[in-house]
Every structure is written in C-alpha cells, then in structure tokens.
C-alpha cells in the first residue's frame, strides 16, 4: 500500500464529508474555530495556571519559585489562544491485516484511511494534529497530512518495528485530545488501563472499534478451521452454526465493555464495518469531536 494512494484516498473523502454534513453550521461553529474564543493551555505567554508535576513533564517547565512554597513540584501552564491538539492512532498489528472479502478493505487499510481522511478534515479546520506515539509536534495544515501520512507509511514498511495491539502509554497535554483506531478486541482490563491512563491527564478520547464483516456476523457453516494472524495458533469447530450465539453474545459484551469503559472518561465509541461506507463513521466521529470540545469550552 503507497502512502501517496492512501493520502489520495483520505483527501478524496475528506471532501465529500460535508456533502453528508446536514449539521454543518453546528460543526463549524465548534471544530473550526481557529484562535477565536478559545482558552487552553498551551506555547502561548499569557499565565494560565500551576498544576502539579506529572511523569513526563520536563524538568524546564518545572517553576522553581512556586514549588519552594509547599512540598510538591508545580509546572507553570500558558494560555495557548490557537488551534487543539489531536494525536491520532491506528492499530497496525498483525490482526488487523484480515479481510473476509476479496472486494473490502483489511482492517489495516480502512483503519490507516479513517486516520488520515480525519487528519485531512482536521488540518484543513486549522486544527493541530499529530501521530500518538511517532515523536512529532502536532501541526496544522497541508503539512501535518502529508507528515502524517508519510509516518504511517513508514511505521508500516519497516518490518522490524514492534506493531502492538494497543496504543502507546506516552505524555499528552491536558486538554489534549487522542483518536485511537483499532478493533478493540484485546483484553477489557488492558484496554481500561490505556483510557485511565490518559484521562486521568485530563486528555480527551475518541475510539474507532473497525471490524470485518465475518468477524461481526461469523457467517461461515460447517466444519472450518481457524488461524490466528498473531501466532495464536489454529483452532477448528466442526460446526460452526452451533457456536455462532454465543460468539455473537461475546463480541456484544466487548462491544457494551468499551461503552462501559468510555462512559466514566467522557470518551466516545464509534463502530465501523469494513464492508460499509467510512463517510458513515467519520461523519460520527467529526460531530462528536465537535460536541465535546463545546461541552469543554462551555
């Protein structure tokens, strides 16, 4: 898969999203706000306020006069009037390289296209956006796209590079905000300890569950064997119909656990079929964006 194809294709729907916007002045009014109206904190001037030191903080914002009056560290946060933040991150490990279909995308290659379309429409809001975990400053602009794009290419090329299942645990400024784009199928309590990670940093979240069409109705019948795509080994069922309420009623469970997950952050979940449009999803997920950031700002 070429970056400059997927880079094509995430442009391409990016521009058609606003044609399914029936909310469009709403989303404006809210995403594409710029400078105006806008407190947070950030590389402004302007004194926000002192909050406590956390691991990952530099040593260079600690504020030394503040924290010799009591006996905990104090860093000096700034007024930021300019765009938010928005790190973005797409599981690109093996499981995600599933398609049931010939005609469909994988996982992987919707995941990396709903990541970039939404770079795209952000950037193009004046928003700052960067890759969660990649080692760049979020930038705004044509840019940010084109870097973020070239990221994702490279993470995915460079076969030596370890391709986890979930996102990386990694300093994000409060008031900040994460995309995170996977199937979500891992373990509920690891999950968990990703979302409390960060909003506990008081940084605000987005998850994307992306699934297969065979994963979400498990249409198959009869004897089948399966094999997992991260060395989990083959497992085969004589007759599959026989098993497919219960697998359904267990995909439901990890599906209400992530809503459950969520609910107490604040965060949003949004479901994606690969064999269904990616406007659908977007479009969710943009509106969303857009409500709590007014709720934030409020």
Not at 57 to 65: N, P, T
Not at 184 to 204: F, N
Not at 208 to 228: I, M, N, S, T, Y
């Amino acid at each position: 898969m070429a970056a400059p194809s997927t880079l094509h294709r995430s442009l391409e729907l990016a521009g058609t999203l606003p044609a399914l916007m029936v909310a469009a002045d709403r989303v404006a009014a809210t995403v594409i706000q710029g400078v105006h109206g806008r407190r947070r904190v950030g590389q402004g001037d302007a004194f926000w306020q002192y909050r406590p030191y956390r691991d990952g903080d530099s040593a260079s914002q600690i504020d030394w006069r503040q924290s010799a009056r009591s006996r905990h560290l104090f860093v000096r946060e700034t007024e930021w009037e300019a765009a938010a933040s928005v790190w973005l991150w797409r599981d690109a490990s093996p499981s995600m390289q599933y398609a049931s279909l010939k005609n469909i995308d994988t996982k992987a290659v919707r995941g990396e296209l709903i990541t970039l379309a939404l770079s795209s429409l952000l950037a193009d809001a004046g928003e700052r956006v960067a890759v969660l975990g990649g080692g760049m400053r979020p930038t705004s602009g044509r840019v940010a796209v084109r870097r973020i794009a070239e990221t994702l290419y490279d993470e995915t090329r460079d076969e030596t590079r370890p391709r986890p299942s979930l996102p990386p645990m990694v300093p994000v400024p409060a008031h900040g905000t994460v995309v995170l784009v996977s199937d979500w199928l891992d373990p509920l309590d690891k999950i968990e300890a990703v979302i409390r990670y960060y909003a506990s940093a008081g940084v605000r979240g987005h998850i994307v569950q992306v699934l297969d069409p065979a994963e979400e109705d498990l249409p198959f019948d009869g004897h089948v064997k399966f094999e997992g795509l991260e060395a989990e080994g083959q497992h085969t069922i004589r007759r599959v119909e026989t098993v497919r309420m219960a697998y359904g009623a267990r995909l439901a469970a990890q599906k209400d656990g992530l809503q459950r997950l969520a609910r107490p952050a604040n965060w949003t979940v949004h479901q994606h079929r690969t064999d269904r449009p990616p406007q659908t999803v977007l479009l969710s997920l943009y509106l969303a964006m857009a409500d709590l950031r007014r709720l934030n700002a409020a």
